[in-house]
């Protein structure tokens, strides 16, 4: 066994076969010798094209062996990675390439004209399309970062405004492998379903845990249930990472699965919110030989807890207990770290905790704070503040008790109510519009917006057809409720808390 990886692209130089395969996409595959070889041709073609330490490379590819070889390449190349899903529309595509400063943009001549939209004509930014990055068989200038070094930027909606890059360093990822496969055993022998988008953590996680372990990683992007189930039986999968929004699809609307048994399947883990009751019953039952993980994690710290299979009987509503290396406690809004049965904002202390957000020094600020047991003089400690309301027992189980913020988490999503209200505003078809998260039985919670009309000619399915070409999918209302006017706290602001009492109830 080679020494213990310090960079993101240390990874791949694990004692691996060289002919094993990392990656399996659709029809394609690429064994790990491949792929070394391949990210050090895009590492070439990064340096190549005037990149150098620290500058950022957006990445707008879908998940496929190229966006996988464009994150390992920026390793070595001394680059920040910056993954897009290409899902998002063009005005966030460009908020998040121009908030980056991104030196290049890596991407394929399917998208190019999402990203020619997206930033029309950009002379500072140079445009790499992978299928014109050649086979140099060139090792690229030996890279200069240590694990403290920033490696990658992963964006994500905030409680006001736009997304908020949150910095990741080396450690905080090479860090997240080791403690994940810890916990869910996972070796070389693995292969492992990935079909979450590599621009969020929790998909991110998978594609380096493999590579650090020499296991499988097949890629999926999928459209029915019965997708997933396919390349379950078709690869011997198993592990695979979901959203409450994979389950419900699985338990509701695959028609092969109560009629395949997945033998392979050791493990299948959930985060992104919490899975509902039903969900997880008709889960187990239709799995009964696969072990089920259920997990609470942010990208200011990645994972935070996780609850072991053999307590889902005992204490189905838990979110666990913290991940290995890991400290978690809540702490009231006094600074006491909360007795046990007593609500308060979950704290995360360990070396996932992030670096903060990119230029945003005031909102990291709010997030990563000294740990309140401990004083400066005695060294100080920097830890994550999530936002969330947990309260633990006496066992140190925490349950899950609502946001702090106005968050929305949507079908694995952190939805920003603002950014949904400025698009549905600049309709112009309304005075006041509040965007809350209501529950949901299949997306944990779902976008719903109360509106003010400017007319009585308002249509609120002709705003939403509107709207649907501004954001994704994911971040349209499911409706927009039409009311006379919104009710305001003492100070005038919108009274948050009252729409959802009454909307909820």
């Known amino acids: 066994m080679s ?47 005037g990149v150098v330490f620290g500058d950022r490379v957006a990445i707008l590819l879908p998940k496929s062996i190229e966006e996988c070889c464009a994150i390992f390449a920026s390793s070595l190349a001394d680059a920040v990675f910056v ?35 997206a930033l ?5 930014l140079t445009i790499l399309m992978v299928e014109d990055i050649a086979e140099t068989g060139r090792e690229p200038a030996r890279p200069r970062a240590i ?40 070796t070389g022998e ?55 929004t994979v389950w419900a699809i699985l338990t509701r609307g695959a028609p092969l699965l109560p009629r395949t048994r997945l033998t392979t399947l050791r493990y299948i883990t959930n985060s992104g919110g919490a899975v509902p009751t039903e969900t997880l019953r008709r889960l187990r039952h239709l799995l009964p030989d696969t072990r089920v993980f259920l997990m609470y994690g942010l990208t200011e710290a990645f994972r935070s807890t996780f609850l072991p299979p053999e307590e889902l009987d005992r204490r189905p509503n838990s979110i666990g207990r913290a991940i290995p290396e890991t400290e978690v406690f809540p702490v009231t809004a006094d600074g006491r770290r909360a007795a046990p049965g007593e609500p308060g904002i979950l704290v995360h202390r360990g070396p996932t905790v992030s ?7 005031e909102d990291t600020a709010r997030v990563l704070r000294p740990d309140p047991r401990t004083p400066a ?46 698009v549905v505003m600049a309709t112009g078809a309304f005075r006041q519009v509040a965007v809350i998260g209501l529950p949901d039985a299949t997306a944990g919670q779902r976008v719903h917006a109360v509106a003010v009309p ?24 499911r409706e927009i409720e039409l009311v006379p006017m919104l009710p305001t706290t003492p100070n005038g602001k919108v009274d948050y808390p009252h729409l959802l009492r009454e909307r909820s109830a």
Not at 190 to 211: C, K, M, W
Request: glycine fraction near 10%; aromatic fraction near 6%.
């Open 147 to 186: 694990g403290e070094d920033l490696a990658a930027i992963l964006y994500t909606s905030g409680s006001t405004g736009k997304p908020k890059g949150v910095m990741l360093s080396h450690r905080n990822l090479v860090a997240g492998c080791r403690i994940v496969r810890t916990y869910l055993g996972i």
């Open 120 to 124: 029309g004509q950009a002379p500072d």
């Open 454 to 477: 400017s007319s009585e000619a308002c249509s609120p399915p002709a705003v939403l057809a509107t709207i649907a070409d501004k954001l994704p999918a994911y971040m349209v209302p």
């Open 83 to 117: 993954p897009i899903n290409p899902l998002l529309k063009p005005i966030q595509v460009a908020h998040i390439v121009t908030d980056a400063g991104a030196r290049i943009v890596v991407t394929n001549r399917a998208l190019a004209p999402l990203l020619a939209e």
């Open 190 to 244: 693995d292969r492992i379903l990935s079909v979450l988008p590599f621009s969020f953590d929790y998909g991110l996680n998978q594609l380096l845990t493999a590579a650090e372990q020499g296991a499988t990683l097949v890629l999926l992007t999928f459209r029915l249930g019965d997708d997933i189930v396919r390349a379950i039986e078709r690869h011997g999968i198993t592990g695979l990472a979901g959203v409450p």
């Open 377 to 422: 003089e005695r060294g100080g400690v920097v830890v994550c503040y999530s936002g969330d309301m947990v309260v633990e027992d006496e066992e140190g189980f925490l349950t899950f008790v609502g946001r702090a913020d106005a968050m929305i988490k949507s079908s694995g999503y952190r939805i920003s109510p603002t950014e949904v209200e400025e």
């Open 3 to 49: 020494a213990e990886p310090l960079l993101v692209h240390h990874l791949l130089e694990r004692d691996v076969a060289g002919d094993r395969i990392a990656i399996i996409d659709g029809e394609r595959q690429l064994s790990f010798d491949g792929l070394r070889r391949r990210a050090t041709d895009y590492a070439t073609a990064y340096r190549a094209a």
């Open 355 to 361: 670096l903060g957000y990119w230029r945003r020094p």
